[in-house]
């Protein structure tokens, strides 16, 4: 399985973004799939998930801001952003959580796409 991101960009601080993470290949049994992102300088950390369930969850500071949603016929998931500050500039990866019967769970990273907020 491949993944690709797109939607990143220079955006101004209030502005919405909307990042889309499609992936490619067969997906065995999808089990989550989430949004990281990594500022210059710091750790990755989760943005917002979503289960094969359909729960989601958020990171604090993006609650009530962002949305997660998946589109399970094409095997993908979009990121809707909206009220961006510079705060919110990093690197956003896309990772799919699958579940193989033979391997287990298997976790897979896209490339990224960048997004910066300016002031």
């Given at each position: 399985v491949q993944l690709a991101e797109s939607g990143g960009g220079l955006v101004q601080?209030?502005?919405s973004l909307r990042l889309s993470?499609?992936?490619?290949g067969t997906v065995f049994r999808f089990d989550a799939m989430g949004w990281y992102r990594q500022?210059?300088?710091?750790?990755r950390e989760l943005v917002a998930r979503i289960t094969s369930g359909g729960s989601t969850a958020y990171q604090d500071s993006v609650?009530?801001?962002f949305?997660?949603?998946?589109d399970s016929a094409k095997n993908a998931v979009y990121l809707q952003?909206?009220?961006?500050?510079?705060?919110?500039?990093?690197v956003y990866y896309c990772k799919l959580r699958e579940y193989?019967?033979?391997?287990?769970?298997l976790?897979?990273?896209g490339q990224g796409t960048v997004v910066t907020v300016s002031s």
């Open positions: 601080a209030g502005d993470c499609a992936a490619s500022a210059p300088g710091k750790q609650k009530g801001r949305t997660i949603a998946r952003m909206h009220s961006l500050t510079p705060d919110d500039t990093a193989s019967s033979r391997t287990g769970y976790e897979t990273w």
